[in-house]
């Protein structure tokens, strides 16, 4: 957590631990917020690992070991996947070029993983965990980009999914990056120094078009709503294609998960499991089993109930070919009838880029 928890606090936060690092889980009615943040626009700590990479040789060694190609012009990023010898991931990330360095945002706890799993290699290349060098703050909601706007001196809301630009909030200076809209909502994060969270966090609850601060419990609903995976319970330990997150995937790179799995993303093949949108009468538990029939089809791997359909949703991983759209889930030890759900559950502003995507339905509008 950084300097800015006396600030949630007064705000009327409470925290829970994640990976090793306390976040805010919710302010007041979590409900109301929800609805705040689809109707306008919201703010939230997002609790990133850092890590500053430098050296002449940093773009082509992150190349090589994500599954995205890294952008070579400044003000650029993408999203990847960093995946294991046998091809499943291991962790998602934001890469971005800021010029002489490339900057990594990680799920809590993954920085300082990889920065032991980098060092082994001997290219030009210098890897500092700088998670304490940073406040990170995520902006979302139909009106993000007044928001911003409202507030940000020096230049305007950057136009394109995980392009930047430099500027200032108050007396801070501050880099702005598109995000691809994991919440379903027009979405931007602000970054900046550590010392200067608290007064960049205070200006977009505060100052210009107000905005309502929100936490974990809130972008778990929204997420899921907008049908985006989130690591580690929707993408931890998964081949690629299974999660049908294709905005992960560079499919002209290749060799960065071995030929079996290639010829299953160019669709030579089906992977085992797909990820789907699931609508149970009840709200299960995460790995609750899922059946189709008197079989055992796949697990459940997060649920909420959505604030905006007033019902539960679930993602779940269930065998590709299992047809129809009728399941149960257990739930108490009982079998609960549950529909499949189109993904994204709720249109917002915008798409989520990550939503699962599979074969034909890559190129609709709807998973």
């Given at each position: 957590m950084t300097d800015l928890r006396a600030f949630h606090a007064d705000h009327g936060a409470t925290f829970v631990e994640r990976a090793g690092r306390e976040v805010v889980s919710r302010y007041h009615d979590p409900g109301r917020t929800h609805h705040a943040v689809r109707n306008a626009a919201g703010a939230i700590e997002m609790p990133y690992g850092v890590l500053r990479i430098g050296g002449s040789d940093r773009v082509d060694y992150v190349d090589d070991v994500v599954t995205n190609r890294v952008p070579r012009e400044d003000g650029e990023g993408t999203y990847a996947f960093l995946l294991d010898p046998q091809g499943r991931v291991e962790t998602d990330l934001q890469v971005y070029n800021a010029g002489e360095r490339l900057l990594i945002f990680t799920p809590p706890g993954k920085a300082a993983w990889i920065e032991s799993e980098w060092e082994v290699f001997i290219e030009d290349v210098d890897i500092e965990v700088a998670t304490g060098a940073f406040a990170v703050f995520g902006v979302?909601?139909?009106?993000?980009?007044?928001?911003?706007?409202s507030v940000l001196t020096g230049a305007s809301a950057p136009d394109g999914p995980h392009s930047f630009v430099r500027g200032s909030i108050g007396d801070a200076g501050v880099t702005v990056a598109r995000t691809d809209a994991p919440t379903g909502e027009t979405g931007?994060?602000?970054?900046?120094?550590?010392?200067?969270?608290?007064?960049?966090?205070?200006?977009?609850?505060?100052?210009?078009?107000?905005?309502?601060?929100?936490g974990a419990e809130t972008w778990e609903a929204l997420t899921l709503e907008a049908g985006t995976p989130l690591f580690e319970p929707d993408l931890e330990g998964r081949i690629p294609n299974e999660t049908g997150v294709r905005s992960a995937l560079d499919f002209e790179k290749g060799c960065f998960v071995g030929q079996e799995v290639v010829s299953r993303i160019e669709n030579r093949g089906h992977p085992a499991k797909r990820l789907v949108g699931l609508r149970p009468e009840s709200r299960p538990e995460r790995g609750a089993a899922v059946f189709a029939g008197d079989e055992s089809v796949g697990e459940v791997t997060r649920a909420v109930e959505s604030p905006m359909l007033s019902a539960p949703i679930a993602l779940a991983y269930v065998a590709f070919d299992a047809g129809g759209g009728s399941f149960s889930v257990r739930v108490d030890g009982e079998g609960v009838p549950a529909e499949r759900g189109d993904l994204p559950f709720y249109d917002g502003s915008e798409y989520s880029g990550r939503r699962p995507r599979y074969g034909v339905d890559a190129d609709s509008s709807r998973g």
């Open positions: 979302h909601g139909p009106k993000a980009t007044e928001k911003v706007a931007y994060e602000v970054i900046c120094a550590r010392d200067d969270g608290g007064g960049v966090f205070d200006a977009l609850i505060n100052f210009g078009l107000n905005a309502v601060p929100f």
